[in-house]
Every structure is written in C-alpha cells, then in structure tokens.
C-alpha cells in the first residue's frame, strides 16, 4: 500500500493543455530544490545528534581557577573598573574563605559536567533517560572542521549504556562538489582520445553514411506510425525527439526532414473531427477497451501535435529573434532555411487540417508573417491564406483569419502590406450567398403529420414511419450541413469586419499605400453594405478622386466602387453619378502602351457597370461620346487592350438605339464634334464618325481586324457580318487576358516567316495609313505639323 501511495499520478491530458512547458520546468526545479533541502535539514540533525553524544563522551569537568586563567586577557582590559568593585579577600574570615573553596571543588551546580563525582541532584539523575541528558549538555560554537562519526556497537556497565563512536574527517558541501567536478574532469580529460584526423573525402562519406541512417529511421517511424496509429502513437514522440538533433554535420537536414515527415504523418492520422478534453465525469465512468483504447490515442495524438506547433513556433522565433542555442549546432544562416520549412508546414496544416485542434493558434502565427520582409516567407502566408478562402465553405476559418489580420492593421498603426488587404478579395462571401438563392427555392424535406399518419396509416404503419423520420432526422444532423442563417451570420460578421477596417483607413490614412487595396475591395463587396452609409461612402470617393492626390489606378477603383454601390441596393436612391462619368471620359486618353496598358481591364469592368447595367439611367449623348473615345483609344495600346475595347463597343451598339449615326457621313443636327471637350454630354458626338475602324481593319492582330469589320458593318449578330461565337460570348475581360501579350507570347501564333516581297507592301501600307491617320479633319492640328515637316 505505501508503494502504491507514493507512485504519483501522471498528469491528464486537460493538465498538460493548461501547463505551458516552462512551467513544467518550474516545478520540476521546485521539487528538485525541496528534496535537497529535506536531505540537507536531515543531514544536520544528525549531525548534531552526533556532536552531543561526542561531547558527552570527552567532555572533563573545568575548575573555576582554569576558567578564570582562559579569561585572564579579557579581565586585564577592565582590571580597574573590577578592583574597585570587587570585595577584598582581607575583609573575609578565614573559615568563609575555607568554605568557598570547598564549594569550589564541587562546582557541578555550576558547570553541570555529567562526570563530576558527586552531583548535587544524584537521586533526580537516575531517573533521567540517556537522551535527556545530552540535551543538558551545553552547545558550544565549533571551532573545529565537521568530522563524521561512525556508531559502533555500546557497551553496558553498572554506570548505564556507553556509546562507541569511531571518528572520521569530513569536508564541506562547497569542498565534495568541487572535488567532483575536479574528478569528473579528471575522469573525461582522461577518457578523451586524440580523434583522428580525417580527410575532406572521408568527413564527406561519413557525414553521408550519418545521413542515411537518419533517414532510414525517420522513414522506419513513420512507416510504423501510419501502418498502425492506434498503436504506435508513442513513436511520434521518438520522432518528434529527433528535432533536436545535436550532430552538427547533419543536424540542420535531418530537423527539416523530420518536419516534413511529421507534417505528413499529422495530415494522414489525423481524425476528421476536433478532440476535446473529458471531463471529470466521462474519465470516472468505465468504458470498453476499445473506447479506452481510442480515448488514450486521441489524448497522445492532441499532446504530440501541440508539442510539434510549439517546435515550430520556436524555430520561428528563434530566427526571428536572430537567436541561438546554448550548443550552436545550428549557425544562424541556417535558422532562415529552418524558419522557411516551418513556415511551410504551418502554412500546409493551415489549408489541410482547418477543422482539428489549434487551428486557431496556427492562424495566429501565419497572419503576422504575411508582412514579413522575407519576401518567399510572405509569398508562402499569402498563398496558404488563398487556399484557405476558397475552401472554406462555412465560414469559421475566414471569420478567424478576417479578425487577426483587423487587429494586425490596427496594431501597427495601418503599416502593413498592401497585399495584407488583398487576401479579403480572395473571400467566398459573394459565391455563397449567390449559392444561397438556390437552397432557398430546393424543396425541403417534410415529414408526415400526426393527423396525415392517423389518417393514410394503420397503427403498425405508423410505428414503422415514425421509426423511418427519427433515423433520417439522424441522418440529416449527421451530414452536418449547416443552415443558411448560420452561414448568413458568420457571413455578415466577417463582412462587418472588413468593413470596418477598410472605413478606417478611409477616415485615418487616406494617403497610406492602402488606399488602393480598400478602393479594391470597396468595388467587390459595395453591393453588400448597408444602404445608410452610400450617401457618405459616395461623398468620400468623390472628394478622394476630386483631391488629385490619387495615381490613375486608385481613381479607377474610386469609380468601380461607387457604381458597385449604385448598381446594387442603390438603384433605391436619387443619385446623379455624372461626376464619376466624367472624369472617367476626361482620363480615358491616360491608358497607352506603357505601363497602363494594365489598367485597361480595370477600365473595361467600369465601362460595364457604367453602361450596361445601367441601361436605362444613360443619355444617347453620352453613349455617343464614350463610343467615339474608345475608338480613338483603341489606336494606340496594346492588342489585347485593342479587342477589349472594341468587345466593349459592341456592346454599346447592340444595346443603345441610333448608335449607327456614327457610322454615316452625314451630320446629325447642329454643333461640331469637340474632341478636346472633357464634357460627354455637349462634345456634339452625333456629328463625327467612325473612321478609326477603318484603320483598325488592317491592324496587324487578326482578332482586331475581325472586330473592326464587324462594327463597320454595325455588328450584327447574325449573318455574313456576325462573330464567331468564341468571340461573340466571351467578356471584354475576358478577351483581354486570352490575348494578352504578358507571357511574350503571341495569340494566335505567329504563322511562318513572311517573303521579302510581302514584307515590304505591308511597309508600304503602313505609311500611307499613318498619313492618313494624320489627314483626319477632327485634328487640325496634327494635320498641319505633318505638312510643314
């Protein structure tokens, strides 16, 4: 039984969740230093006990005229003062005198020496135990080195009972353990040999037999691990041993290749639910062995999986912190490439694993390292983040994600990363609730009322259906699909989130590199903010694109955002966006070439908001303008760029009425076209033409020739004139990126080198259209600078 009481209980598994490891530390160390102190107050005890029976034995009684010479020094310093207080001896009688000294020889009452012939209290000390009287024996101060006493056997005498004790020097504590050391360095100088030295070839085959039998033993746990994870669940904690390893030839291989494999073994093992701690009651009750069995797996898979996440955390750390073990096995160049192997598999466990234990913890440690200087490290974060977005069907991953990086921003003061932002593009809100529709008009499934069933079905009928209905309600609540409300919830809580870090960038740091990433996000979820704030949302983009203190591409997204908010629930409000209209039409001429030809596909999405879906709310005036400004600006970018504008332009004149006017030369009403007029409504469009297209017809790209002709003859969408469907069905964004020129790639392929003869009639072609471009009578201006040159 004392056995069984003094084994202790290994901690539980909801023990080791809420004790961090350096807490565990702690109290080892605690319990450490208490057994040294209880060994050490034991110690000296016995020593004492040891120290009274030694001074039982030696100790010889001392007469006053002894005690008086050992204190002849300190009586000569006051001698004066005594003299005068002291009683003389002449004054005595001599029978007085006589009896002093008699009393002096039989002094025990005064020095209570237990040897003295005759004590005072002779019959009192016979009835006194052995111990009682070494505790009468007075302590003195030791001014001798501890000796151990060894007991031996006493003896026995008319007197009582005689220890013997056997005398033996002893050394201090301080003294034994510098002694020890001193041996043990002794003992290891004398065992270290000389190591042979070793050429580079041999060091290199070493190194490599090391390896390889690391590898075999990596490769031999997790194979056991995976063949049997029931019961082999002890083995990732030898797997997990091996991150430390402290063979500096292969140390750093050998911890990436563990990490890796550990990650891997979690990903295989790991249950598709999330484990939680038992109660105090669940672990009272008896269970199967099985169960059991199964509750003790889950218990060591939860601790070693924690146990790995803080591994990595601190290798992370570690780097971070430009740190470096006690051992410097590892340099610190090596730690990035530890640090980048820990990043990627937290990132794997991040997208693989979003339903097991301390999900959450992972997310805490990704989202800061998106706005690492490390640009792979950063790169890793925001892809992992991604993947998480789009697979996250219900919504919990991105709720947690969307709140650590809210508070990141807050955190350091809105200086983050652009791109920190942009992960909130990559959400799946607007696919859900696009999703949600279709669960709304899907019937549901009804189960039989009690007066139907009395009604339609016997009495053993209607045992059997309600035993049918209890098993698919089960059924249903096992698939665990949730409902559209929740969803609607965690929805709505994570778009209340993104909002408010976007307002408050638009309130405190309108001139932060973040603008363009809340402009951006602005433009895709607008449709989804609440219709009382559109009034002030629509001033601000206003006076942000009416500051000039924008570049071309954040004044496009003001714009993209602000019909996004119109086209949606705004279409309730009175509200005239001309302004927005025309500072589009007044910056179409920024797009060439250069660098802006990839704000083109930015363009294209306004122009689709802006006029096709809302049809109704533009004049033909405007709608003539744009169309004539596009076709000028298809003249001077890119091919790609080229057909999206000229895929927007049909839409224009398949959707509005007499936009074939520009197709004849004739004018329509009074005024001259005022291509200089920033102003779409009074430019007098109606009265030009479009005589680009004709330019646009013998464009190099063959996609663009295709358009051209298909406008000129007013794009029909049948007939001899009409498109291809490949390109009548496809978007102006779309066509935009299938033809783009990013890749340095041509599309369609260049066909084979063309004849010289050839070559030089396309030449030839190409200068007299580029006079002709010169010769128009919309420009003037040009037309003389040419003639003059």
């Not at 001014?143 to 006493?149: F, M, Y």
């Amino acid at each position: 039984t004392k056995a069984i009481k003094n084994t202790k209980r290994v901690p539980s598994f909801r023990k080791l969740l809420r004790t961090s490891k350096i807490k565990l530390d702690n109290k080892l160390k605690n319990k450490q230093y208490k057994q040294q102190s209880a060994a050490k107050k034991y110690r000296k005890e016995q020593k004492k006990l040891r120290e009274a029976v030694r001074d039982a034995i030696s100790r010889k009684p001392f007469p006053l005229e002894e005690c008086k010479k050992k204190q002849v020094g300190k009586c000569l310093l006051r001698e004066e003062d005594e003299e005068e207080d002291a009683l003389p001896l002449d004054m005595m009688d001599e029978d007085d005198l006589k009896l002093m000294e008699d009393l002096a020889q039989k002094a025990s009452f005064l020095t209570r020496d237990l040897s003295s012939n005759e004590p005072v209290h002779v019959k009192k000390r016979k009835c006194e135990s052995v111990i009682d009287k070494y505790e009468k024996v007075p302590r003195r101060v030791q001014t001798e080195p501890e000796k151990e006493v060894i007991h031996l056997l006493p003896i026995k005498d008319k007197g009582g009972i005689i220890p013997q004790t056997m005398e033996k020097p002893v050394l201090n504590v301080a003294q034994d353990e510098e002694e020890d050391t001193e041996e043990m360095e002794e003992e290891e100088d004398f065992n270290e040999e000389p190591l042979p030295v070793l050429t580079p070839e041999e060091m290199a085959a070493q190194r490599r037999q090391k390896l390889q039998e690391r590898k075999m033993h990596i490769a031999a746990l997790a194979s056991a691990i995976l063949s049997e994870p029931d019961n082999n669940i002890k083995k990732l904690k030898e797997l997990r041993a091996m991150l430390t390893e402290q063979d500096p030839n292969v140390a750093v291989i050998v911890r990436k290749l563990v990490m890796v494999s550990l990650m891997e073994v979690f990903k295989d093992i790991v249950p598709s639910y999330k484990i939680r701690p038992l109660t105090e009651a669940e672990k009272a009750t008896k269970v199967k062995k099985e169960t059991q069995k199964l509750r003790e797996f889950e218990e060591g898979l939860v601790s070693q999986y924690k146990f790995y996440l803080e591994n990595l955390e601190q290798t992370i750390k570690d780097w971070k912190q430009r740190k470096l073990k006690k051992s410097n096995v590892i340099s610190l160049k090596a730690y990035k490439g530890l640090a980048e192997i820990a990043v990627k598999c937290l990132c794997e466990l991040l997208v693989a694993l979003p339903h097991f234990n301390f999900h959450n913890n992972i997310i805490v440690l990704i989202v800061p390292l998106m706005n690492d200087a490390s640009k792979m490290i950063s790169e890793l974060c925001f892809e992992a983040v991604k993947k998480l977005f789009k697979q996250d069907k219900l919504g919990y991953a991105s709720l947690g994600v969307v709140k650590v990086i809210s508070g990141l921003v807050r955190g350091r003061n809105y200086d983050v990363r652009p791109e920190v932002l942009k992960v909130f593009l990559h959400l799946r809100i607007k696919e859900v609730e696009l999703q949600k529709d279709s669960e709304d008009i899907a019937p549901k499934k009804k189960f039989m009322t009690y007066k139907e069933k009395r009604k339609n079905l016997s009495r053993m009928q209607r045992k059997w259906k309600k035993a049918e209905e209890k098993l698919e309600r089960e059924l249903l609540e096992a698939e665990a699909s949730e409902s559209k409300e929740k969803k609607l919830k965690l929805h709505t809580e994570t778009l209340n989130i993104v909002f408010v870090t976007y307002f408050r960038i638009l309130k405190k740091a309108q001139k932060s590199p973040l603008l363009p990433a809340v402009l951006e996000g602005l433009a895709k979820f607008a449709h989804l903010i609440n219709v009382e704030f559109f009034d002030d949302l629509l001033i601000v983009l206003h006076s942000l694109i009416a500051s000039g203190g924008l570049s071309y591409r954040e004044s496009l997204h003001c714009i993209l955002s602000a019909f996004h908010i119109l086209s949606g629930q705004g279409d309730v409000l009175n509200i005239d966006p001309m302004k927005f209209y025309t500072h589009l039409y007044k910056t179409l001429f920024s797009l060439h070439a250069g660098g802006t030809n990839g704000d083109t596909e930015i363009v294209l999405q306004c122009l689709d908001v802006m006029f096709a879906k809302r049809r109704k709310q533009v004049s033909q005036q405007r709608a003539l303008a744009f169309l004539k400004r596009l076709s000028t600006l298809a003249l001077h970018v890119l091919p790609n760029s080229s057909v999206g504008i000229l895929a927007t332009n049909r839409v224009l004149m398949q959707t509005f009425p007499k936009m074939d006017l520009l197709l004849d030369n004739e004018s329509q009403g009074s005024g001259v076209y005022l291509p200089e007029l920033d102003e779409p409504e009074h430019c007098n469009a109606q009265n030009t033409t479009l005589w680009e297209l004709h330019l646009l017809q013998r464009h190099y790209h063959p996609t663009v020739q295709k358009f051209a002709a298909h406008l000129i003859v007013g794009a029909p969408t049948e007939g001899s004139g009409a498109l291809s469907l490949d390109l009548s069905q496809r978007p102006a964004t779309e066509l935009f990126e299938a033809y783009s020129m990013r890749g340095m790639t041509f599309n369609p392929p260049v066909a084979s080198v063309t004849p010289r003869r050839k070559v030089l009639s396309h030449l030839s072609w190409f200068s007299a259209d580029f006079l002709s471009l010169f010769c128009n009578d919309e420009l003037m201006f040009v037309q003389k600078a040419v003639v003059k040159s």
